[in-house]
Nanobody, 119 residues
Framework: QVQLVESGGGLVQPGGSLRLSCAAS?????????LVWYRQAPGKQRELVAA???????NYADSVKGRFTISRDNAKKTAYLQMNSLKADDTAGYYC????????????WGQGTQVAVSA
């Protein structure tokens, strides 16, 4: 059984920073998985925030470029999302996704961690 557990969310003031972590457990070849951070705000659709391939290539939503950084530590089976210069619009539940295969044959999700940006 593979599990993804996110942590690091919380309440932060505008302009502040948070670092989210996504730790994988169970029998998973973590290094070959594509890793993605999504977020979903109340009343809004889920959106891709950042992604990192097994080879280390990254992709970001336009709204977070230059402020967020996705990374991975395969030895620790952990993905990270460093979030700087946070804005109120970044308030959402943040979810980690690990997937593998052209049809996402292996597709795992975490339970999410809440981020609230408010003065």
């Amino acid at each position: 059984q593979v599990q993804l557990v996110e942590s690091g969310g919380g309440l932060v003031q505008p302009g502040g920073s948070l670092r989210l972590s996504c730790a994988a457990s169970g029998s998973i070849g973590f290094s070959i998985y594509e890793l993605v951070w999504y977020r979903q705000a109340p009343g809004k659709q889920r959106e891709l925030v950042a992604a990192i391939t097994s080879g280390g290539s990254t992709n970001y939503a336009d709204s977070v470029k230059g402020r967020f950084t996705i990374s991975r530590d395969n030895a620790k089976k952990t993905a990270y999302l460093q979030m700087n210069s946070l804005k109120a619009d970044d308030t959402a539940g943040y979810y980690c996704n690990a997937w593998l295969g052209s049809t996402r044959r292996y597709d795992y999700w975490g339970q999410g961690t809440q981020v609230a940006v408010s003065a």
